[in-house]
């Protein structure tokens, strides 16, 4: 099993930057992907990015590329998403998820941390 936890969320205005973090435990051997999705009020949850933890692949939502950056710390087993340029669209729970593939689909992700707000104001 592999335990997930988030930290970093929180409130800043627009045009602002954030950088969540997300710490893993248990049995890490077993990852190949991490990604981040988010899911604001009222609506579906959205992949954000992806990326193979020991190897070179990183996808980016269309609306995430050029503004969030995924990064993998595999000596201290923490992944991160840097968020620059953050607006009002961005505000929702934020998810750090783990699993086999990186393919930026919940169903591809057997473990999720427990979310962390993200809010943008005006």
């Known amino acids: 099993q592999v335990q997930l936890a988030e930290s970093g969320g929180g409130s800043v205005q627009a045009g602002g930057s954030l950088r969540l973090s997300c710490a893993a435990s248990?049995?890490?051997?077993?990852?190949?992907?991490v990604g981040w999705f988010r899911q604001a009020p009222g609506k579906e949850l959205q992949g954000v990015a992806s990326?193979?933890?020991?190897?070179?692949?990183?996808g980016y939502a269309y609306y995430a590329k050029r503004r969030f950056t995924i990064t993998h710390d595999n000596a201290n087993n923490t992944g991160y998403l840097q968020m620059n340029y953050l607006g009002p669209e961005d505000t929702a729970v934020y998810y750090c998820?783990?699993?086999?593939?990186?393919?930026?689909?919940?169903?591809?992700?057997?473990?999720w941390g427990q979310g962390t707000q993200v809010t943008v104001s005006s």
């Open positions: 248990g049995d890490t051997s077993s990852i190949n992907c």
């Open positions: 990326m193979e933890i020991r190897g070179t692949y990183t």
């Open positions: 998820a783990a699993g086999p593939s990186c393919l930026l689909e919940r169903s591809a992700f057997p473990y």
